[in-house]
């Protein structure tokens, strides 16, 4: 093979890889849903790469109040009066790989979709 054709196969080749990763990228962006539950029961799924503008609402029970906030992509407790905060300083999740977790009032956050490969805290890298 002369070198203008190890050229042209080298390109096609780069090509090809590139394709397959927006290919790649643009699918798993898609239909990541945040699953709001309380108690163990789905109160709320929110499809955060849909959104168009932020959304806040609060869960509210047993006297016990937590506020989230959803944005594009991403969830986050803003408030909550437990004691510890540890949902509230917990701060954005954008994927699976951690859930909120509001254990004092039973509320858990987790998002689904997305990416379907595992992360360095699932053990995939």
């Known amino acids: 093979m002369n070198s203008k ?29 945040a699953a709001v539950y309380l108690d163990g029961k789905v ?7 849909k959104l168009t503008e932020p959304i806040e609402f609060d869960i509210t029970e047993n006297g016990n109040t937590n506020r989230v906030r959803a944005e594009r992509g991403r969830i986050r407790m803003i408030s909550a009066d437990c004691p510890d905060k540890v949902c509230v300083n917990q ?4 994927n699976g790989a951690v859930p909120i977790v509001c254990l004092p009032h039973k509320i ?14 699932a053990g995939g890298v």
Do not use: H
């Open 91 to 94: 701060g954005w999740i954008d």
């Open 43 to 49: 109160i709320r799924e929110i499809e955060l790469d």
């Open 108 to 121: 858990t956050i987790e998002i689904k979709g997305g990416s379907p490969e595992l992360d360095a805290v």
């Open 5 to 33: 054709k190890a050229v042209l196969v080298l390109a096609a080749i780069v090509l090809a890889c590139a394709a397959l990763m927006l290919i790649r990228g643009a699918m798993t962006s898609e239909n990541k849903i």
